[in-house]
């Protein structure tokens, strides 16, 4: 079983529709990343959070640290929101361990 | 100007040959990475360099061997390729902050065809 766990692994939505994709961890963290890769394959980081709730224009993310969760919101989802979503946990110096990834599709 | 670049993009080769990748990044950062990416897409950690010293050697076949010979440089070299070494290769920085989150900056990948 992987250490970082991300539901669903696919999602289709609407234009408009809003999103949310789950990340859980079993291991000890100093900070969980999410990042977004393109799918012309670049990988841009997103947000790094270790408690609460961070907001960038119409994505949110927030973290349960008791819980080991994390989710990753989009408001107003647009076609160019499509893209994969991986969730990553910082465990120890500066590593990082990733999720699987969820393939998001926003159709027009 | 580009954050963190990689040469080759693409690379294309026969088994059993040697070859290289290079990384480098012009924000100043003094730690860099190289990640593996499978063709399911799962990015795994390989290597990470701290000020031109190893700090995390991940379970990697000893045929990949990095090189730095400076902060702003990490370079991967491949003996003996494999088919399975064919993924998309990663080079990553960051700056080293005790006090806060360290962003990674990625760069834009080397997709290494093993033939």
């Known amino acids: 079983k992987n250490e970082v766990e991300q539901s669903p692994q696919n999602l289709t939505a609407q234009e408009g529709e809003f999103i949310t994709i789950n990340c859980s961890y079993s291991?000890?963290?100093?900070?969980l990343h999410w990042l977004q890769q393109h799918p012309g394959g670049g990988i841009v980081s997103l947000f790094m959070l270790s408690s609460g709730k961070k907001k960038h224009g119409r994505l949110i993310a927030t973290i349960n640290i008791q819980e080991k969760h994390s989710s990753l919101h989009i408001t107003a989802s647009h076609p160019r929101d499509s893209a994969v979503y991986i969730c990553a946990v910082e465990s120890g110096f500066q590593k990082l361990v990733f999720g699987t990834g969820t393939r998001l599709l926003v159709s027009p | 100007d580009t954050a963190v670049s990689q040469t080759p993009k693409y690379l294309v080769t026969q088994m059993g040959n040697d070859k290289s990748i290079k990384c480098e990044q012009n924000l100043g950062h003094d730690t860099m990475y190289w990640y593996k990416q499978d063709s399911k897409k799962f990015l795994k950690i390989m290597f990470s360099?701290?000020?031109?010293?190893?700090?995390i050697n991940e379970t990697v076949p000893n045929r990949f061997s990095p090189k730095s010979p400076d902060k702003a440089h990490l370079n991967l070299h491949i003996n003996s390729l494999e088919l399975g070494d064919s993924a998309v290769y990663f080079c990553?920085?960051?700056?080293?902050?005790?006090?806060?989150?360290?962003?990674?900056?990625f760069g834009p990948g080397t997709r290494l065809t093993v033939l």
């Open positions: 990553a920085s960051s700056q080293q902050r005790l006090s806060s989150y360290n962003e990674q900056f």
């Open positions: 291991v000890g963290i100093s900070a």
């Open positions: 360099y701290n000020n031109k010293e190893l700090i």
